[in-house]
């Protein structure tokens, strides 16, 4: 048992009064007849250090961390999860007896909503993964673990996208996965899944794709809202099978930095419908 309060945790973040966290745990705590304190706390850009040693000076047991404080945080642990160093970026931390564990629960949440909520299947799925940035970086392990026939991830800038592919080149080719990078133009073919984890959703932009790509794709934006993301809706009028957007992930994630603090895993489903209905 950790020498922690184990009822005090938060979401670090700026901005942070978007963040449905709370609202999140506390169902979770609920579900669970756990005690449970989770506030937002918005930090200073800069302060991510100070504000996070105050609150484990304090005794907290755990941190969410949402943007833009996800490599600060990867900074701050002093020790890392394999998924958090491979993903170079972490977004829970946990008080262990005064030891602060950094881990990254963005792409184990993403697979469970794939795969348990949604029921695509991902073993020999040919995949195409939309950006190169942290976001990405984050899901593409156990993605490969999952043993897809292949991703291509594809980006703007196709040197980033190269240097992704460059760093999971070995887990690839442990799982058997064709893993390579290109540019959005360079993409003609049909996919059987394609996720989108680049912020144009956010911005409203258009990505360049072809018509092709979406012929009978399963497509997933990592962001949510209360419709079809511009992501979503433009994979819909180009034919797209079946959509769905990031809520499920941001519920499957929370769901496992609840487990690494508390040691149980709560149940999903009904929060994630409680949430959506919110919207």
Not at 110 to 127: G, K, T, V
Not at 190 to 203: E, M, R, W
């Amino acid at each position: 048992m950790n020498d922690v309060n184990k009822n005090s945790y938060a979401v670090f973040g700026n901005p942070i009064e978007h963040s449905r966290s709370p609202d999140i745990h506390q169902q979770f705590a609920e579900q669970l007849k756990q005690a449970m304190n989770y506030q937002r706390q918005l930090v200073a850009l800069g302060e991510f250090e100070v504000s996070a040693r105050a609150f484990f000076d304090s005794e907290g047991a755990g941190l969410n961390i949402t943007v833009p404080f996800k490599l600060d945080a990867y900074q701050f642990a002093d020790q890392l999860s394999e998924r958090a160093r491979r993903a170079g970026a972490v977004n829970t931390l946990i008080n262990k007896g005064g030891i602060i564990v950094g881990d990254n629960t963005d792409g184990c949440g993403l697979l469970a909503d794939l795969q348990s909520n949604l029921q695509w299947p991902i073993e020999r799925a040919n995949i195409l993964v939309l950006g190169a940035g942290g976001a990405v970086r984050g899901i593409l392990e156990p993605l490969l673990l999952a043993k897809p026939a292949s991703i291509v991830i594809a980006n703007r800038t196709l040197e980033k996208a190269e240097q992704l592919s460059r760093a999971f080149q070995p887990l690839a080719n442990d799982a058997g996965c064709e893993l390579s990078a290109k540019q959005y133009d360079e993409l003609t073919e049909p996919f059987d899944i394609i996720i989108n984890g680049t912020s144009a959703s956010l911005s409203g932009d258009t990505l360049p794709l072809a018509n092709e790509c979406f012929n009978g794709a399963c497509c997933y934006d990592m962001m949510y809202a209360k419709g079809p993301t511009p992501f979503l809706q433009l994979a819909a009028k180009q034919g797209a099978r079946k959509i769905a957007d990031g809520l499920g992930m941001l519920v499957e994630q929370a769901a496992e930095s609840f487990r690494l603090w508390r040691n149980v895993k709560p149940d999903t489903h009904a929060v994630i419908q409680s949430i959506r209905n919110s919207l």
